[in-house]
């Protein structure tokens, strides 16, 4: 259930080349860096999105300590207490203790398979007056669902309809084979702040995240990052440039890409074949949403996991207002353990045999 990829999924060959020229080129690295982040590194961003065309310049782009603080200094930006907050329904459970902290009520937007509820986002429109939607458009987490063109030229509507921000979370982006628009590039950061992350790709170590957006909003949340934390690291911001100009960065990403489909193919059949019901079946990033009937409360069943040495994704720790549910997160790249497959069958049997012996006393 966690959220990140095993180390040999990474590409720490390049993280050790970036170190080793990093180090042999001696730059001065003994002081704060800029308040930006490393510049080169910036124009590689502004370039990478520039192919999925969102035009931006380096200075549009703000280099942070991964997407956490990305999310943050957003927050504090956009955010107020008592502000109405949209947010994806299942979502990112530390985004949900992030806006609660700063005194946001908080409302979900269901998630489908194909994007969004639609529906009830329109119906909470008309009840509610929200600031910002907080949203993973592409291969959200935990539900690896991915919003339409379609939903997201409504959701663009509907944020100039009701006058709200959208805070688009793409950190999973370089994990999607396909083409597609983004939020932000349809938009071109009018009323979208892009937020995006090398972590999940490269290393979680290095921490090294970004944000794109419009020049006067740029500007403040500049000022915030200084006021929180100062400058970035630019000793990570540089080790990640290197990684993302080696010449085997491309490489890297397509037999990712590839691995992690086989992974979706191997595991989804796996989890079909005990009876599991799958939310959506992507093909292509970290995480299958999943329910077994048998196994109705996925908390209690990953505390026993717990003790068995397995650490499972409970759905209630992503649900905007917690409550017993069994849905689980798997993350395709860990769960091809056998433990945790016969920890499961074995949880099922027991299930269907208690199923069993309250039918018969009834």
Request: hydrophobic share 40%; net charge negative.
């Amino acid at each position: 259930g966690c959220g990140w990829l095993p180390h040999d999924w990474l590409f720490g060959d390049a993280v050790k080349r970036s170190m080793r020229q990093l180090s042999s080129d001696g730059p001065e690295l003994d002081g704060y860096g800029l308040p930006h982040g490393h510049m080169a590194l910036r124009m590689v961003v502004a370039e990478s999105l520039a192919e999925h065309h969102l035009a931006v310049d380096a200075d549009q782009v703000l280099l942070t300590q991964g997407s956490s603080q990305a999310l943050d200094l957003v927050a504090r930006r956009l955010v107020k207490p008592g502000d109405v907050v949209l947010v994806d329904d299942p979502g990112y459970p530390n985004l949900l203790f992030m806006l609660r902290f700063a005194g946001a009520q908080v409302v979900g937007v269901p998630r489908t398979a194909t994007g969004y509820d639609l529906p009830a986002l329109e119906a909470l429109l008309a009840e509610r007056q929200p600031t910002v939607f907080f949203t993973q458009p592409r291969l959200q987490s935990p539900t690896c669902s991915v919003a339409s063109v379609a939903h997201l030229h409504r959701l663009l509507q509907l944020a100039e309809q009701h006058n709200f921000m959208l805070v688009e979370n793409d950190i999973y982006a370089d994990m999607d084979p396909g083409v597609r628009p983004s939020l932000a590039s349809l938009d071109q950061l009018n009323r979208v702040i892009y937020l995006g992350s090398f972590s999940k790709t490269i290393s979680p170590n290095l921490r090294t995240g970004f944000l794109a957006a419009r020049r006067d909003l740029l500007d403040e949340l500049v000022q915030l990052k200084m006021i929180s934390g100062l400058t970035s690291s630019e000793i990570t911001e540089r080790i990640t440039f290197g990684v993302v100009t080696d010449g085997r960065w491309r490489k890297h990403l397509k037999s990712l890409r590839e691995r992690l489909a086989e992974a979706h193919r191997t595991v989804g059949r796996r989890l079909l074949n005990l009876g599991f019901e799958l939310f959506h079946e992507p093909e292509a990033g970290m995480y299958l949403w999943a329910r077994h009937p048998d196994l109705p409360d996925s908390a209690e069943l990953s505390k026993e996991a717990t003790g068995a040495g397995i650490m499972l994704g409970p759905g209630q720790l992503f649900l905007v207002e917690p409550r017993p549910t069994g849905w689980l997160r798997f993350n395709v790249a860990f769960s091809q353990d056998e433990r945790m497959w016969r920890f499961l069958e074995q949880r099922i049997e027991m299930g269907q045999q208690v199923a069993e012996q309250g039918s018969s006393l009834a």
